[in-house]
């Protein structure tokens, strides 16, 4: 297989060992933005798309947030299989010609957001599909401290810490607004506050609360990245109990402290295997891919909601 990368940083290195061990024998090529770009091992740099006759199985975009429109532009064009990171784009500004651009080329894509493989959603999803119950709350908690996500790094210069590259914790824990999306479905109604207030002092937000107002429940959705002790939880309150999925610990456990599910042996990299495996073999098939770039978009409409 021949795959295209744009964007070489963490999350690319997630990708690249995913794919490595589901394909195995790969031929991997970075499209870098200047000659004399870092050589990478097992990498084969090219600068210009139109200087290579190489035909791409499909691309993977994981450059920072803001430079996504343009390369999924570029690829649609082409015919290149997408495979986005998650958020599929910073802004919605022209949102329209793109989808409208991606559906009309021959590329099929897919918003990567990993969490959809983490067992306990896998369980939640399955477990609210094949025997639904009556709910009547849900809290959805995401707190981590964002200094200590990239060891090494002034946090106040990368992404994460500056919207002008598509950063801020809205879009960095775009996850949460997508699992909720994807287990309860389309809100009815949403709010959100969103704020950059705390001793991180960067530009970026770095708290959103959003409510995703459902039939019969709300879903309250809580995000920062100040948070020393990281906490990732949604708890869902049923007419007669009460569920709390532990997404760090892989639990889920009832008001009576009762484990209903769990999975010791999980690891989180699990979740980029998994999804590497989906991607590919929904290719392989010819099978539409969940999360296509347009369903993501209409997450990402909620996510920068009432700005």
């Given at each position: 297989m021949n795959i295209l990368?744009?964007?070489?940083?963490?999350?690319?290195?997630?990708?690249?060992?995913?794919?490595?061990?589901?394909?195995?024998?790969?031929?991997?090529?970075?499209?870098?933005?200047?000659?004399g770009s870092e050589i990478?091992?097992?990498?084969?740099?090219?600068?210009?798309?139109?200087?290579?006759?190489?035909?791409?199985d499909f691309a993977i975009i994981s450059n920072p947030t803001n430079l996504h429109y343009g390369f999924i532009e570029l690829l649609a064009d082409k015919g290149v299989d997408l495979?986005?990171?998650?958020?599929?784009v910073s802004s919605l500004e022209n949102i329209d010609a793109l989808i409208e651009k991606v559906d009309s080329s021959k590329s099929a894509s897919y918003v990567a957001c990993n969490l959809r493989f983490h067992p306990c959603l896998q369980f939640l999803k399955k477990k609210l599909s094949d025997s639904p119950k009556r709910i009547n709350e849900v809290n959805i908690y995401c707190g981590s401290y964002?200094?200590?996500?990239?060891?090494?790094?002034?946090?106040?210069?990368?992404?994460?810490a500056n919207p002008?590259?598509?950063?801020?914790?809205?879009l960095d824990l775009f996850h949460e607004l997508d699992y909720t999306y994807w287990l309860f479905g389309k809100p009815n109604k949403t709010s959100s506050i969103k704020r950059n207030v705390s001793s991180l002092e960067i530009k970026a937000y770095d708290y959103a609360n959003y409510l995703f107002e459902y039939d019969g429940f709300a879903a309250n959705i809580v995000m920062n990245y100040f948070r020393r002790d990281a906490k990732?939880?949604?708890?869902?309150?049923?007419?007669?109990?009460?569920?709390?999925?532990d997404l760090i610990r892989n639990t889920i456990t009832d008001n009576n402290r009762a484990i209903i599910f769990s999975d010791n042996s999980f690891g989180v990299l699990k979740t980029y295997t998994d999804q590497m495996n989906y991607f590919?073999?929904?290719?392989?098939?010819?099978?539409?891919?969940?999360?296509?770039?347009?369903?993501?978009?209409?997450?990402l409409k909620l996510c920068l909601s009432n700005e």
């Open positions: 990368i744009v964007g070489l940083g963490s999350i690319a290195t997630k990708h690249i060992n995913a794919l490595k061990e589901v394909c195995g024998q790969v031929n991997i090529f970075a499209l870098r933005s200047k000659p990478v091992e097992g990498i084969t740099n090219i600068y210009d798309l139109d200087d290579t006759d190489t035909v791409f495979f986005i990171e998650k958020p599929p964002l200094p200590d996500w990239r060891p090494g790094k002034n946090f106040r210069e990368i992404y994460s002008e590259m598509g950063g801020g914790v809205h990732r939880t949604i708890e869902i309150l049923f007419e007669d109990e009460t569920w709390t999925v590919i073999n929904t290719l392989k098939v010819g099978k539409e891919q969940m999360n296509t770039f347009a369903e993501s978009v209409e997450v």
